[in-house]
């Protein structure tokens, strides 16, 4: 399924339903893109991964997605890719086959490398994320064909941490586009190869299918201002670091000695992760033993605040 509308709430509207109504033996290539806009992970603070001012400023739009991991930016020269599957069909290393295989059929040396990322050259043009829900799972990434890089290093302000984890010093410095290596490459073109690929891995040919269009509510919740920015605490304490699965940027609200209010913002792949920290810990003595217990369930997490209290 491919869609040519550019408005990031309709679009991740359709992801999302999509992903809730997948039928058994059903798998969904769904290929979309944005227009001038900035998706933040389900766990991430919007204010330190994103200039919002500058963006809305230029007309951009800031969106945050169901899956964790970290932000991105969407142009016209972006095509993202969503792969909708019941749980008993997820299998990233085939959806991921699908992807390679399609831009390697431009005579490109692809692969994946790290936790999520695809690269040429050691050059990262496409970032994944995952999403898996009662039946349903989502698996979508990126894919920069010809990206304005000025504009991503304009907006997102990753951190310094993230940045020096990965041994480079801006966010331009690590990414490349692919029409870098292929000059003849287009949108079109590399659909119509995704499209060959998917039946390459599958052994099946794609059936073009219609995208939902009642999606009012969908569309509603994903544009609010509570989803994309949530609430702001005036925490008394804020504490960040980075581990080999991702950075944490933990907030606490701390009041007569216990922890009153949590946010942890992350852009760690578990999208539960936030939550499962935040209720573990609140109400808990701001104490470092008593936090550390209260988080076990992540081990570096919890020698990390043993530590640091």
Known sequence: ???????????????????????????????????????????????????????????????????????????????????????????????LEVILRAVRSFGLEAEKTGRNDLTIHGMKFSGNAFLKTEKG??????????????????????????????????????????????????????????????????????????????????????SSWDWRFGRKIPFTTEMDHRFPWGGVDLKLLVDEGRVRKAKLFTDAMDPELSTRVEQSIIGQRFRGEDLARALSFQPDLSDWIRNSI
């Open 1 to 95: 399924m491919r869609t040519y509308g550019t408005d990031p709430f309709r679009n991740l509207a359709i992801e999302q339903r999509c992903t809730e109504e997948i039928q058994e033996g059903e798998i969904l290539l769904y290929l979309w893109q944005n227009a001038k806009t900035v998706v933040i992970g389900r766990n991430q603070n919007a204010w330190k991964e994103c200039d919002i001012h500058r963006l809305e400023q230029d007309g951009g739009t800031l969106a945050r997605r169901f899956s964790g991991g970290g932000a991105v930016f969407h142009d016209l020269g972006n095509l993202n890719f969503s792969f909708c599957v019941r749980k008993e069909d997820y299998d990233v290393d085939r959806q």
């Open 137 to 222: 799972c989502c698996h979508h990434g990126t894919l920069l064909l010809e990206t304005d890089a000025e504009l991503l290093g304009r907006y997102l302000t990753v951190s310094k941490d993230k940045l020096a984890s990965k041994g480079v010093d801006s966010v331009r410095s690590r990414v490349c586009t692919l029409k870098e290596w292929a000059a003849d490459m287009t949108i079109d073109s590399l659909c119509q190869a995704l499209e060959e690929a998917f039946y390459q891995v599958y052994g099946m040919r794609p059936e073009h299918v219609e995208a939902p269009d009642d999606l009012e509510q969908e569309i509603r919740f994903l």
